[in-house]
């Protein structure tokens, strides 16, 4: 009868240790540039070795709802900027605080980028010319269906030529009105 106590008490101190252990919060994280203070947007910010992440707005927000344990690491990271790890405590973080992060660019070295276009000698001003702009609500719809897949969002543009030049590893050469993919830069 005692033993049957005994065991009883240590499985609510084991219960209890487990629930002192994690704690279920909502974190909120505000990333920015670390020049010019303005937000960043689709930061990707995931806690390691956990299913929990998110992805920052327009203003650099990004809440996370989360059952975490007392000592958590955080990764950011963004195309164009570096990478950065972060660990934190449970007991640090308040549900009204936000923790303001602010990402390094990273240093790239581009040759000269020199564009031609319509071969011909009139000026640009006095030629029609095809302008396709891509909007933020297109990128994002075909971003959703097949992450990082610039050829995708080409496909459908007049003048634009896609040839598959690998099948395993997916890639494409991209053609604009009759030019080599040579000839062809994607800027951001």
Do not use: W
């Not at 209890?16 to 994690?22: H, P, T």
């Not at 992805?55 to 996370?64: F, L, R, W």
């Not at 990082?148 to 634009?160: C, M, Q, T």
Request: aromatic share 6%.
């Amino acid at each position: 009868m005692q033993l049957r106590y005994i065991i009883i008490v240590l499985l609510i101190g084991i219960f209890n240790g487990l629930l002192v252990a994690q704690t279920e919060s909502d974190i909120t994280f505000n990333i920015r540039d670390s020049i010019n203070k303005a937000p960043l947007e689709a930061v990707t910010i995931s806690v390691l070795n956990t299913p929990y992440g998110g992805i920052t707005n327009d203003s650099g927000n990004c809440t996370i709802h989360a059952i975490l344990p007392n000592n958590f690491t955080v990764k950011y990271s963004l195309i164009g900027y570096a990478s950065s790890i972060k660990q934190y405590m449970s007991s640090e973080i308040s549900p009204e605080k936000t923790i303001q992060i602010f990402m390094n660019i990273l240093p790239t070295v581009t040759n000269d980028v020199v564009i031609m276009a319509l071969r011909n000698n009139s000026r640009m001003e006095n030629t029609p010319a095809n302008v396709e702009v891509l909007g933020l609500e297109e990128v994002n719809e075909e971003n959703s269906i097949m992450p990082g897949n610039v050829s995708g969002l080409l496909g459908d543009i007049a003048g634009v030529q896609l040839q598959r030049t690998s099948s395993i590893t997916g890639s494409s050469n991209i053609r604009l009105e009759g030019l080599d993919g040579r000839y062809t830069q994607i800027l951001r």
